[in-house]
């Protein structure tokens, strides 16, 4: 099921940065072994949370609803130095 266009997602995907290594393994990993891999917030969803918190550079996130730590590692990427993120997850 896409929400925007495949032609939109395409262009999105060639304009916008490559995620680091470790997100790429847990993508990986989720699709591979989790039951709702669909849940992950995605390389496009991840890199605008990355974007906007390198724009206000956060002291502190509070993540409710962590599943498998993709978007708060992107969001933790804008952290100021010394800030801190806490995630908070029912399922695990």
């Given at each position: ?65 962590t599943y498998t730590g993709y978007s708060a590692l992107c969001l933790a990427e804008g952290l ?13």
């Open positions: 099921m896409h929400f925007i266009s495949e032609e939109l997602e395409d262009y999105c995907s060639q304009k916008t940065s490559k995620g680091s290594d470790l997100l790429q393994q847990i993508d990986r990993e989720t699709n591979a072994k989790v039951l709702n891999p669909r849940m992950l917030s995605g390389h496009l969803q991840g890199r605008l949370l990355s974007m906007i918190s390198k724009m206000i550079k956060p002291t502190r996130i509070l993540e409710i609803g100021a130095e010394g800030g801190k993120i806490t995630t908070i997850e029912k399922n695990l």
